[in-house]
């Protein structure tokens, strides 16, 4: 008599096929896992998103430069100078840094003291980002400068260039002149912007937005020092 065991054994096996899913039809609760995770990642991206599209497309006032970019762009002269000392030199050395321009005769009136004592407070509010900046004065003729602006004068790049090619280079404002000016160059020696004439106080304000931007912008190919 057979046992138990070999007659379980000697049972034949069933071969019932159970239908499978093709693969032209998706299980449904995985479409709908893929949905709520690509809905997960929207939710995340939205801020991110909404910025791109506010910056890019929307443009709010805020974002506006202060300064004029100018367009093209003038590269910075082959044009001799002088420092204070006389020691000769040429323009196009001043390039690898950015450099925030004013021009001016020696005699340097009050709204030209004041336009230098801006670049100062701009360069220095710039913090260690600084040190990519040069603040520099451009005299228009051979005269004394006053020994009472030379202590104010100890950070700055003071040059005498030829008033004719100076003026072939810097574009002033309409009805402005050069003078009345501060202007941006880029550290490819590029004449790239020009603040608004007779700038104050609000205005110096704006201009540091428009300088912090520049650097942060440039800050992957922008090194420091020349």
Not at 38 to 65: D, K, Q
Not at 114 to 127: C, T
Not at 149 to 154: Q, T
Request: proline residues 8%.
């Amino acid at each position: 008599m057979p046992s138990p065991s070999s007659t379980q054994q000697d049972k034949p096996l069933g071969l019932t096929v159970h239908t499978l899913p093709l693969p032209s039809q998706p299980d449904p609760s995985n479409t709908a896992g893929r949905w709520k995770m690509i809905a997960v990642l929207l939710v995340c991206a939205a801020p991110v998103i909404a910025s791109y599209f506010t910056y890019y497309v929307i443009r709010p006032e805020g974002r506006r430069n202060y300064g004029e970019l100018l367009s093209p762009q003038r590269p910075l002269p082959a044009m001799a100078t002088l420092d204070l000392n006389d020691n000769p030199g040429e323009l196009t050395a001043l390039r690898n840094q950015w450099l925030l321009v004013s021009v001016s005769g020696a005699g340097c009136d009050a709204a030209c003291q004041q336009r230098l004592y801006f670049q100062r407070q701009l360069r220095e509010s710039l913090g260690k980002e600084k040190v990519r900046v040069d603040w520099v004065w451009l005299v228009t003729d051979t005269a004394a400068v006053d020994a009472r602006l030379k202590p104010a004068l100890a950070g700055a790049t003071v040059r005498r260039v030829p008033l004719e090619a100076l003026m072939q280079w810097l574009p002033p404002d309409a009805g402005q002149r050069a003078e009345d000016h501060l202007y941006v160059v880029d550290p490819l020696g590029n004449l790239m912007m020009r603040f608004p004439a007779n700038m104050d106080a609000a205005g110096a304000a704006r201009a540091k937005r428009d300088l912090d931007r520049l650097l942060r912008a440039s800050a992957s190919w922008d090194k420091e020092g020349r």
